[in-house]
C-alpha cells in the first residue's frame, strides 16, 4: 500500500499497543513515521522495528509534549499527521471507591497526555496549512459505564476537545477525529483489566456483546490509516467507534 506515501507521522504512544499497530500499518502504507514514548528504550526499540525515528518525553507535561512535536518535525521535515493515543490507564472503579482527592488525577492522567499533543501540532499545521490530527479514547466517552465515571468523563472532554479542533482549524486546512475503542484484546491493558476482579466482570459482559468479535489493535489501525489518508480528505470532526458491536453509537 501507498495510501500514505510521503506523508510524516506522529504517532504518541507508538511503543506498544494500539499505538505501535497504527505506527506499523501507517509505515506499510508508505508513511514516514516518528514514535513517541516516555521510556527511551522502547521507543529507540520501535523505531528501530519501524525504521522509524524515536522521539521521548511525558506527553502530559506540556513543555515535554511541545518539545516532543517540536522534534518529530524536525527530524521529518515536517508534520503532516498527529496520531495521541498515550492516555493514562487507570483501571475502572467504582465512584464511591475513588477518594476525592484521586477524582482529577484519574480524569487529568487520561485527558492531558492526548490533548496536550494534538495542541502542540495545532501551531505546527496551522503554520503550514494542513495536516491531520487522531485522537484516541474511548466508548466510556459516549456510554456512562458502572466503575467509568472518571474515565468516561476524561474521554468525553477528548471528544469534545477533537470536535472544537476540528471547528477552528478546518479555516487552516486541519482535519480532526477521535477513534473510540472499547475492550482491544491483543494489548498490555486488555491483560491488566481482565485480569483485574471488578474489570474483568464488567469487560467479559461487553465482550459478549461483541458479535462482529472483540476488537484487535489491527482493527483500530485500519481505520487510523483510513483517516490520514485521502479517502478521509473531507472528514472531520468525528467520533468513530471500533467495537465489534458492543455498542451503536
Same mark, same amino acid.
Request: aromatic residues 2%; contains cysteine.
Given at each position: 500500500?501507498?495510501?500514505?506515501?510521503?506523508?510524516?507521522?506522529?504517532?504518541?504512544?507508538?511503543?506498544?499497543?494500539?499505538?505501535?499497530?497504527?505506527?506499523?500499518?501507517?509505515?506499510?502504507?508508505?508513511?514516514?513515521?516518528?514514535?513517541?514514548?516516555?521510556?527511551?528504550?522502547?521507543?529507540?526499540?520501535?523505531?528501530?522495528?519501524?525504521?522509524?525515528?524515536?522521539?521521548?518525553?511525558?506527553?502530559?507535561?506540556?513543555?515535554?509534549?511541545?518539545?516532543?512535536?517540536?522534534?518529530?518535525?524536525?527530524?521529518?521535515?515536517?508534520?503532516?499527521?498527529?496520531?495521541?493515543?498515550?492516555?493514562g490507564?487507570?483501571?475502572?472503579?467504582?465512584?464511591?471507591?475513588?477518594? %476525592?482527592?484521586?477524582?482529577?488525577?484519574?480524569?487529568?492522567?487520561?485527558?492531558?497526555?492526548?490533548?496536550? %499533543?494534538?495542541?502542540?501540532?495545532?501551531?505546527?499545521?496551522?503554520?503550514?496549512?494542513?495536516?491531520?490530527?487522531?485522537?484516541?479514547?474511548?466508548?466510556?466517552?459516549?456510554?456512562?459505564?458502572?466503575?467509568?465515571?472518571?474515565?468516561?468523563?476524561?474521554?468525553?472532554?477528548?471528544?469534545?476537545?477533537?470536535?472544537?479542533?476540528?471547528?477552528?482549524?478546518?479555516?487552516q486546512?486541519?482535519?480532526?477525529?477521535?477513534?473510540?475503542?472499547?475492550?482491544v484484546?491483543?494489548? %498490555?491493558?486488555?491483560?491488566?483489566?481482565?485480569?483485574?476482579?471488578?474489570?474483568?466482570?464488567?469487560?467479559?459482559?461487553?465482550?459478549?456483546?461483541?458479535?462482529?468479535?472483540?476488537?484487535? %489493535?489491527?482493527?483500530?489501525?485500519?481505520?487510523?490509516?483510513?483517516?490520514?489518508?485521502?479517502?478521509?480528505?473531507?472528514?472531520?470532526?468525528?467520533?468513530?467507534?471500533?467495537?465489534?458491536?458492543?455498542?451503536?453509537?
Open positions: 500500500m501507498t495510501e500514505l506515501a510521503g506523508q510524516r507521522i506522529l504517532v504518541v504512544g507508538g511503543t506498544a499497543g494500539i499505538g505501535l499497530a497504527c505506527a506499523e500499518a501507517m509505515r506499510a502504507a508508505g508513511a514516514e513515521i516518528a514514535v513517541a514514548g516516555r521510556n527511551p528504550e522502547r521507543a529507540h526499540a520501535a523505531a528501530r522495528s519501524l525504521d522509524a525515528q524515536a522521539v521521548t518525553g511525558d506527553a502530559a507535561d506540556p513543555v515535554q509534549a511541545v518539545r516532543m512535536v517540536s522534534d518529530a518535525t524536525h527530524m521529518l521535515g515536517g508534520l503532516d499527521v498527529l496520531l495521541s493515543g498515550a492516555g490507564d487507570p483501571m475502572p472503579r467504582l465512584l464511591s471507591d475513588i477518594p %476525592p482527592e484521586e477524582v482529577l488525577t484519574d480524569i487529568n492522567g487520561c485527558l492531558g497526555p492526548v490533548i496536550l %499533543p494534538a495542541r502542540a501540532a495545532y501551531d505546527v499545521m496551522g503554520a503550514q496549512g494542513h495536516g491531520c490530527i487522531l485522537v484516541i479514547a474511548s466508548d466510556a466517552g459516549k456510554i456512562a459505564t458502572p466503575g467509568e465515571s472518571a474515565i468516561g468523563a476524561a474521554m468525553a472532554g477528548i471528544a469534545m476537545f477533537a470536535r472544537g479542533m476540528a471547528t477552528e482549524g478546518k479555516r486546512g486541519i482535519r480532526v477525529n477521535c477513534i473510540t475503542p472499547s475492550i484484546r491483543g494489548t %498490555p491493558l486488555y491483560d491488566r483489566l481482565m485480569a483485574d476482579p471488578f474489570a474483568g466482570k464488567l469487560f467479559a459482559k461487553a465482550e459478549a456483546m461483541a458479535h462482529l468479535g472483540v476488537a484487535e %489493535p489491527g482493527d483500530i489501525a485500519a481505520l487510523a490509516t483510513f483517516l490520514a489518508g485521502p479517502g478521509a480528505a473531507r472528514l472531520t470532526g468525528q467520533t468513530v467507534s471500533v467495537t465489534g458491536g458492543i455498542s451503536a453509537l
